[in-house]
């Protein structure tokens, strides 16, 4: 089983500021949470599924190294991939020049204190997005370890990555084999637009149920839109944590826009449908619940293709995580296997580096 999106933690400050360069580590250490934006609001009971006591206190799940392996030894999963928690937000902050710094700290030690322990971990490449030629480069520098298998962008930004300023971070993904996460996250927040399009969110089920999905949607639509697939043909993308009910919708709607206005966007020669299912998955979580009505969802994402889209992911440690057999259970027979292995392991091919049963 391939896992798509799991969640680690800086657990131990004084350990990770060790990987900021000299010159930045006192900034970072009296910023409560190394400089990152964070949200307005929180969870009403707990962001984390449980908590590891510890000397310190409690630390979330997602903290340690044993933490995770803990998770992969219960859920009998063969690879995952780790998403950071709150790094990918770095790209949020007002200054790509402590984002730069950031990121180059959080992929060193994501290299040494993650993945050179544990065999069955792969990782993502975080980059100061807000400056994408910076960004190209932070992507080549870690580009050479194999064992980090896509490029980590959260769901909040200035503007949809479709756009050109971003075809560098895609350019330099593209280049070395590299698939490019949206992860939902960070919509709203620093220099992010709010997600939602109607204004700041009040709660975090507001958030939860509206900010997540639509930054998704609307980075699908760019990506599609503004030809971004044309121009690196090897390109793919999965879209994590924005749910998947909506994909029929938007991708019929966006079609039938397709055909009445192709006009506009002449480079893009094929019905988006078709241009989204050669280049794009999307994680299964959350998978939203349909009161009964499992089947009636199975039939529609049925019908864009969802057999061949879909990759699990459990988003392990988060509140809402979903294990693979509650994910199994939904699933229709004849799509877990390729759910659950065969569509990640063609998704991230260049980079696995070994076939897993």
């Not at 800086?10 to 910023?31: K, M, N, V």
């Not at 409560?32 to 979330?60: N, R």
């Not at 839109?225 to 044309?230: A, Q, S, T």
Request: net charge negative; with cysteine; charged share 20%.
């Amino acid at each position: 089983m391939i896992d798509c999106d799991v969640h680690h933690v800086i657990g131990d400050r004084a350990q990770f500021l060790d990987y900021i360069e000299p010159g930045q580590r006192a900034w970072f250490a009296s910023q409560p949470t190394f400089g990152l934006p964070a949200y307005p609001w929180t969870h009403p009971v707990s962001w984390w599924q449980q908590a590891d006591d510890s000397e310190d206190g409690a630390l979330p799940a997602g903290s340690t190294l044993e933490q995770v392996r803990a998770g992969l030894d219960e859920y009998g999963t063969d690879i995952a991939i780790l998403n950071g928690n709150d790094a990918p937000c770095l790209s949020l902050m007002a200054s790509p020049y402590r984002a730069e710094a950031l990121a180059r700290a959080h992929n060193d030690w994501v290299r040494e204190c993650w993945l050179d322990e544990e065999p069955r971990l792969r990782g993502s490449i975080v980059c100061p997005a807000q400056d994408p030629l910076r960004a190209a480069a932070e992507i080549r520098r870690v580009a050479r370890d194999e064992r980090f298998v896509q490029v980590l962008l959260p769901g909040g930004s200035e503007r949809p990555y479709g756009e050109p300023r971003y075809l560098p971070i895609f350019e330099a993904a593209a280049e070395h084999g590299l698939r490019v996460a949206i992860h939902a996250n960070g919509e709203g927040i620093g220099i992010a637009a709010p997600g939602g399009g109607a204004g700041p969110h009040t709660f975090y089920i507001e958030w939860h149920t509206v900010g997540s999905s639509t930054s998704t949607m609307a980075h699908l639509v760019s990506l599609v839109c503004n030809g971004v697939f044309g121009r690196f043909p090897d390109l793919m993308v999965a879209m994590l944590e924005g749910g998947v009910a909506w994909l029929p919708g938007i991708l019929w709607r966006l079609d039938m826009n397709w055909r009445g206005m192709r006009a506009e966007v002449p480079w893009v020669t094929d019905p988006p449908s078709e241009v989204v299912r050669r280049h794009v998955r999307f994680g299964t979580q959350p998978l939203e619940h349909t009161a009964g009505h499992d089947a009636l969802l199975f039939e529609m994402l049925g019908a864009v293709g969802g057999e061949d889209l879909l990759v699990y992911a459990s988003d392990f440690p988060h509140w809402d995580l979903d294990d693979p057999s509650a994910t199994v259970a939904r699933v229709p027979e004849s799509w877990r296997a390729k759910v659950l292995h065969d569509n990640a392991l063609a998704l991230y091919a260049p980079r696995l580096g070994a076939t897993v049963r």
